[in-house]
């Protein structure tokens, strides 16, 4: 069952100005359609525009047929790179199980102090076939024409252990923002407040953007007021797994959203999410 579809428009804080009824595909011809796969207690992103695509994490093995389907509903894209987050089973483990006839540059994108022989070895039989490309903040993913993923997190200049211990592996956690003309999507992986607070100290009212997919999966250590201030979402997109056992998403996050009247959409409740943008007009919809 497909959700209803809600139409907004970015001027100046993203307010929300519409809603239209009925349902609709994705397009691949123009536009951006940005695509969070109900991948259970976990995250994957899809960024595809002109039959071309960016890979944002991939989920958990259990969730691949998932993410396979998602995927071939979206017309079966060139994907230029797929980006690790963060190498923690329920972001990175699909790649053990991507399709055989997946058309794949072979470019992974992961953080500069990642692990990344750990990436390699969960990567199955494609584990040749790949090669890596380290970044941080500051650095661009070029995508589909006229689409681009910017880093915002974490800093090149940290002195950290390498590969970063699991401990700390959610704070430095790989944050982009997406742009396509006016249109923005700011991806956050599994960052706490403490990564929040120091990307509202560097870039302000340059966080803003229209629609925020909620770190951490909504976790209660996830929530720093001055930030969601700054990005002033119009929607928030959730991922999670039904009935988790971390009792996500957490109540202060609802609260939050709630109070900034973003519109929430939930992979556990309506499951893959999709939202389309001609870079002006967004629609987004649920399975």
């Known amino acids: 069952m497909r959700g209803p579809v809600f139409v907004f428009k970015f001027v100046g804080a993203c307010l929300l100005i519409g809603a239209s009824c009925g349902t609709q595909g994705p397009r691949h011809n123009s536009g951006l359609t940005f695509v969070v796969v109900n991948v259970g207690e976990g995250l994957s992103q899809i960024a595809t525009s002109s039959s071309e695509a960016i890979v944002f994490d991939v989920g958990d093995t259990g969730a691949s047929a998932s993410w396979t389907n998602a995927y071939n509903g979206l017309g079966k894209p060139r994907i230029g790179a797929i980006i690790i987050s963060h190498s923690r089973a329920d972001h ?3 790649l053990s199980r991507l399709p055989e006839a997946l058309d794949f540059s072979g470019e992974i994108v992961a953080y500069m102090y990642a692990d990344t022989s750990l990436i390699r070895a969960t990567c199955g039989s494609w584990a040749g076939r790949m090669h890596f490309r380290l970044i941080g903040m500051g650095d661009t993913v070029s995508g589909p024409f006229g689409v681009a993923a910017i880093c915002l997190w974490p800093p090149k200049d940290l002195v950290l252990p390498t590969p970063i211990p699991d401990s700390i592996k959610n704070v430095y956690s790989l944050c982009f923002v997406v742009q396509y003309q006016s249109s923005s999507v700011l991806i956050t992986s599994d960052i706490d407040t403490t990564a929040e607070r120091t990307l509202s100290t560097r870039f302000g009212f340059g966080l803003m953007a229209d629609a925020i997919v909620v770190p951490d ?32 998403p957490a109540a202060n996050v609802l609260a939050m959203l709630f109070q900034m009247h973003a519109r929430l959409y939930q992979t556990a409740v309506i499951g893959t999410v999709t939202a389309f943008t001609d870079g002006y007009y967004w629609s987004v919809s649920g399975e």
């Open 92 to 94: 990175m483990g699909g």
């Open 217 to 248: 999966h909504g976790s209660a250590g996830s929530v720093d007021p001055v930030f969601y201030g700054y990005v002033a979402p119009s929607t928030a997109i959730l991922s999670c797994g039904a009935q988790n056992p971390f009792g996500h």
